[in-house]
């Protein structure tokens, strides 16, 4: 037994137990499908209400074909990019003038506190007559529901970095700008990328509320139209794309996250 | 030549619940060239002097001038600080770190070549790309060390710059800190606990006494130990000398304060 040896098996072993895990994932998804199949099937459950993998794949295939659910998965991937890269974005910019000003801060703070309790898809009525019942509504409401709590959480943040990086920027005579943009804003991007994480799933709750209420496209659209005629494959068709896109979406700032952050 | 002057000095820090008083008539002036240090019991408001000094605040009432020019919010004046601990930036690379006060002072010097120098200087083989995280913490404090010389500060000051090394991280940088210094023919303040190391490292030491801090004593530190290195100093006879007589002076300050 030598060193090369062991650590070999060593790095097997983590290797094994990789595969493992993986093959009981895979295991709890093949299980969930076969039993949704099958207590369909047997009539278990309601074939109306929760359909059945293969009535998916096949109402799925349909739509691939005739071109219909590109369209609507466009639609709500755009909006929902779309609002979730403004709430961010508009979040770190509010943050940042927030820290710049104490004095604004202070007078703010109530304000922040009311704007973040208050449920933001309460405002869609409004937003649809303020901005028409089109895709600016919707981007709207994607991005309004993530800005304050964004806001809040970068700020705290920004305002957490330790003192002592001021100081040594103090030294060499930085400028309050310089300050922030070599110490607040890099100490920070830890917590950026985890507000935008939480902001992946805001904006689609945002979007999806948003078609529900205007749109005559989009995967919100399709759901709430399945819902009515009462067309249960297609309302949970829907769901299963939702949930991969918003799995991808987490992924990419999960690869944004390796690619920013190298400590 | 009086390079540092600081006069008639008063600060008074304020909270909603009191005032407190931190400094108390500090008179004392720094010679160009010379390295003095401030030690005394916590609480003697030695940081706080060495921060007017880096003109990080203005002190309460008095002034604080370098070569006649006022420290705070002077642009031209650059200020050299280390503190106890690097702050090197972690998303920085070594060489960004190294030529942080550069960029910030959008100077068109050749960087690259003077980042490479410094930590050559400061005895550190070619770590230009890596980052501080791979670094140890006496590696990381030399580095300190290489960002604060490379703006070629007129005045370095050292608060508590070794206290967070080991033993014999400590001892190698002292040596090294004392040579630059020398080398570059920098005025220089140490902020310490340590009465040793003070005595190794400086020319003058001052003693302030706490609440409110003043200045209690000076010491010159004798000719013969000045000339030597940090490391050779602790092993002669002035050394421990001198240090019976602050040590006796310290203890009498605590006696004070505590009867």
């Not at chain 2, 770590?127 to 590696?139: D, F």
Request: include cysteine; charged fraction near 20%; glycine fraction near 6%.
């Amino acid at each position: 037994m030598n060193i090369n040896n062991l650590h070999e098996q060593f790095k097997e072993n983590i290797a094994k137990e990789k595969r493992w895990v993986r093959f009981y994932q895979l295991l709890i998804l093949l299980a969930f499908f076969t039993l949704w199949e099958v207590a369909s099937n047997l009539r278990w459950i309601d074939q109306l209400i929760f359909s059945s993998p293969s009535k998916i794949w096949i109402l799925f295939l349909d739509n691939v074909r005739d071109g219909t659910l590109a369209v609507h998965i466009s639609y709500t991937l755009f909006e929902t990019v779309l609002g979730f890269v403004i709430g961010t974005l508009l979040g770190t910019i509010l943050a940042a003038i927030l820290w710049w000003s104490p004095f604004l801060s202070k007078i703010l703070d109530p304000y922040l506190v009311i704007l973040n309790a208050m449920p933001k898809v309460a405002l869609g009525p409004i937003l649809i007559v303020a901005l028409g019942p089109g895709m600016t509504s919707i981007i709207t409401m994607g991005a309004i529901i993530s800005v304050i709590i964004s806001t809040i959480v970068i700020y705290t943040s920004f305002k957490n970095v330790d003192a002592n990086y001021l100081k040594v920027l103090q030294t060499f005579n930085a400028t309050r700008f310089q300050m922030f943009k070599e110490a607040i804003l890099p100490a920070s991007f830890p917590t950026i990328i985890s507000t935008l994480k939480v902001n992946v799933g805001l904006s689609w709750v945002g979007v999806i509320v948003g078609e529900f209420l205007v749109s005559s496209k989009g995967l919100g659209y399709l759901i709430i139209y399945g819902f009515q005629v009462f067309n249960f494959n297609l309302v949970l068709m829907s769901l299963l794309i939702i949930a991969i896109f918003a799995t991808i979406m987490y992924q990419l700032v999960e690869l944004l996250e390796r690619k920013l952050i190298k400590d | 030549m009086t390079f540092l002057t600081v006069s008639n000095v008063h600060h008074t820090y304020f909270s909603i619940k009191e005032a407190t008083e931190a400094l108390r008539d500090i008179n004392l002036t720094i010679q160009k060239g010379e390295f003095v240090s401030f030690i005394g019991p916590s609480g003697c408001g030695k940081t706080t002097l060495l921060s007017i000094i880096a003109g990080l605040f203005s002190p309460t009432v008095g002034s604080v001038l370098i070569e006649n020019q006022k420290i705070f919010g002077n642009k031209e004046l650059s200020i050299g600080y280390m503190l106890q601990q690097d702050y090197l930036f972690p998303w920085k690379t070594i060489e960004e770190n190294v030529t942080l006060g550069l960029t910030l002072q959008k100077s068109d010097e050749d960087k690259s070549r003077i980042a490479s120098t410094l930590l050559q200087d400061v005895g550190l083989p070619p770590v230009e790309k890596k980052y501080p995280r791979e670094l140890s913490g006496g590696m990381r404090q030399r580095v300190a060390l290489a960002r604060t010389l490379a703006v070629d500060p007129k005045i370095l000051l050292l608060d508590e710059p070794f206290s967070a090394l080991d033993y014999q991280s400590k001892l190698k940088l002292e040596d090294l800190v004392f040579e630059m210094l020398k080398q570059y023919g920098k005025t220089a303040v140490l902020v310490t606990h340590d009465i040793g190391e003070a005595i190794a490292m400086s020319d003058r030491i001052f003693l302030f006494s706490a609440r409110p801090g003043r200045l209690h004593k000076t010491f010159e530190v004798p000719e013969e130990i000045r000339t030597l290195t940090p490391f050779e100093a602790r092993a002669h006879s002035s050394y421990s000398s001198l240090f019976q007589i602050i040590w006796k002076e310290m203890e009498g300050l605590e006696h004070q304060q505590s009867s």
